[in-house]
């Protein structure tokens, strides 16, 4: 029942900004977290960042300083801001939510993917 929509992702240059936006919807109480996660081809998946219901934000030590994750817990929505884009951050990026708490089930979900792409 709960789906998760993933916009913001495209291809911009070195030095560059993007702003990703994950919306859940559905029937839903809570969400505990909520977060950030990414894949380059031939690596497995990594945090990037997270941040709880309490606004206790994790990033991983690569984007740091640079990325920048908030949330509207209003509307089961979170953000991602990452500035200063490297050809490294090139991945497809998940957004996922934790713990989500629905009329049925207390489990988490996965977005589709947005695809960034940073030219070298």
């Known amino acids: 029942q709960v789906q998760l929509v993933e916009s913001g992702g495209g291809l911009v240059q070195p030095g560059g900004s993007l702003r990703l936006s994950c919306a859940a919807s559905?029937?839903?109480?809570?969400?505990?977290?909520m977060g950030w996660y990414r894949q380059a081809p031939g690596k497995q998946r990594e945090l990037v960042a997270t941040?709880?219901?309490?606004?206790?934000?994790n990033y991983v030590d690569s984007v740091k300083g640079r990325f920048t994750i908030s949330r509207d817990h209003a509307r089961n929505t979170v953000y991602l801001q990452m500035n200063s884009l490297k050809p490294e951050d090139t991945a497809v990026y998940y957004c996922k939510a934790d713990r989500v708490l629905t009329p049925m089930n207390n489990r988490d979900y996965w977005g589709q993917g947005t695809q960034v792409t940073v030219s070298s």
């Open positions: 941040i709880s219901s309490g606004g206790t934000t």
């Open positions: 559905g029937i839903i109480f809570s969400i505990y977290a």
